[in-house]
DNA sequence: GGCCACCGTCACATAATTGTAATAAAACCG
DNA sequence: CGGTTTTATTACAATTATGTGACGGTGGCC
């Protein structure tokens, strides 16, 4: 199992150690910053599962760094945990209200941090927290690497699987050809986009097929000049 | 476009009267319990978006609750924020890690409670509080890239989708079909104005078609030697 | 080395969508 | 009403996007 990894932009160095010490020994990997422009930079690179966000640092605001990681497409799903000294009200309304997933107030307990980001990233990618992921029938045991359909077993090649899993772990959404590359096979690898269709094409076969001649319902649905999704209910024709 | 529904399980009346006005305000709607026991029933039954639980209520413990929505598999995705008096670090911990996605300590204000509310449902429901676009009975899902008319299906091919999408965005208002060209196409595609005719053609068709042989009411005005608007009450005759 | 599973790419088949032109129907105007 | 302008509708051929099978390559494994 992948260890999630966090973006913590934080300026103030000794809570930064801290809390970098205490996500590392959970099982995190932390990317740190101080400045909110940088911030902004490393979320659309290196691609963190979730960011850890104090309101009072250099260059932008927190708010306002979330404000914009939520405008951007890449980061418009990204869970983001708002850190900050101030506790009044109307402050956690709007820091909530702008698009942040929880927010702690200072002081805070290093453990409690630590189990709100778990909370984060259970709901938001079970898939990293080693859970199940279930939908339309399709079952996938995360650490067992086992998928099951209507509790058929599936089997599928590491490729497949990762498809499968980010497409369970995004229901419904539609996908791009080159969001499921930086997705499935990663941001520095050149393939060519028409190779997601040979692979869909595979996941289909393998999720669709039974043990006799018959095929399932197709759960991929084809989205004609935006990509592929991931469907309870394909379109009858 | 549902208004969420939420359970609300606390024993305390005047809270109860408190946080059901508020959430009424703001748009959800509100079923009530004090009892552990009914609770559970009424998460199976009533089937709400999210439940709001009280950690010191009637029969089980809020905790319990939560132990036991998360196993049951019809509730196990069920968003829970839990409510509670104890602020103790320890118990806050647990509440996360028993399976609430979000924990709010008393006393809090309601409209902080409606805040981190609407922040899970954000999450989870992104239908239900953005992402996509309604009017006049029609419901577009951004993402999903999925449209529906009155809760039925209807499929349209990647222009009329554009095309909706941009009449929904700007509901009532009027479009030449040179700006149509411009929102659509794109500034520097070449093609005939009367193209536009055609697509609109084919978006009326999709959008106004029934199983039956029936039509329903045209959603699209026409607006000579002006353009086109999307329209909720066209103009009886 | 030989076997096997998997991968990425290509070439071709198939299907869906598109823009245009031709024609019919409406709306407007004196 | 006749003439004119604007929009609706239909059919069609070109274009584009996707589906699919095959192939060569790579690396693990015995």
Redesign the interface.
């Known amino acids: 199992m992948m260890r999630p990894k966090i973006l913590l932009v934080e300026d103030d160095a000794s809570l930064v150690e801290l809390i970098s010490y205490n996500l590392e020994k959970e099982g995190f990997d932390v990317i740190r910053t101080d400045d909110g422009e940088e911030a902004l930079v490393l979320a659309q690179e290196d691609k963190p599962d979730l960011v850890i966000l104090d309101w009072m640092i250099a260059n932008l605001s927190g708010i306002e760094v979330c404000r914009r990681l939520r405008r951007a497409p890449a980061t418009a799903n990204l869970?983001i945990v708002m850190l900050t000294a101030r506790a009044e009200?109307a402050d956690?309304?709007r820091g909530?209200?702008t698009?942040?997933?929880?927010y702690v107030t200072k002081p805070f307990?290093p453990?409690?941090l630590v189990?709100?980001v778990?909370?984060v990233l259970?709901?938001?990618r079970p898939a990293l927290s080693g859970g199940n992921l279930d939908y339309a029938g399709i079952s996938m045991d995360t650490s067992a690497h086992k998928v099951t359909r209507d509790g058929v077993t599936v089997s599928l090649g590491p490729t497949e699987f990762r498809l499968l899993r980010h497409f369970l772990e995004h229901p419904?959404?539609?996908f791009s050809r080159e969001q499921l590359l930086d997705a499935v096979w990663g941001r520095d690898v050149y393939v060519e986009q028409r190779t997601v269709d040979v692979h869909i094409r595979r996941l289909r076969k393998a999720v669709n097929a039974t043990d006799n001649d018959k095929e399932l319902p197709d759960v991929i649905r084809t989205?004609?000049?935006?990509g592929y999704?991931l469907d309870a209910a394909p379109?009858p024709v």
């Open positions: 869970p009200e956690r309304i909530l209200e698009g942040a997933d929880d307990s453990r409690e189990a709100r778990r909370a259970r709901r938001l419904g959404r539609v989205v004609r000049s935006a999704a379109v």
